[in-house]
């Protein structure tokens, strides 16, 4: 049976939940923007090194910020509707 309050994020603290998606709403903006890099090279004393960021799936991180959303009691899920 599906209940509209039981998710993934049941037991989470408001507070946490709110960090979270803001969190989550700042990421999106600075990877849809440009504002995070994937890959970085720098050379040290010991020879040069680089480190290389997976990039987000864009529609899960989004996916993620409407789940947030709704644990929050911020977005409700739409009706559905049966089609004849």
Not at 42 to 70: C, E, F, M, P, W
């Amino acid at each position: 049976m599906f209940t509209p309050r039981l998710n993934n994020f049941s037991g989470v603290p408001q507070e946490t939940l709110q960090l979270w998606l803001t969190q989550s709403q700042q990421a999106l903006h600075d990877l849809s923007t440009g504002g995070k890099g994937e890959s970085y090279r720098y050379t040290q004393g010991d020879g040069s090194k680089s480190v290389t960021y997976t990039r987000a799936n864009l529609g899960d991180l989004q996916a993620h910020i409407n789940a947030l959303l709704y644990a929050l009691g911020m977005r409700r899920r739409r009706a559905i509707r049966p089609v004849f």
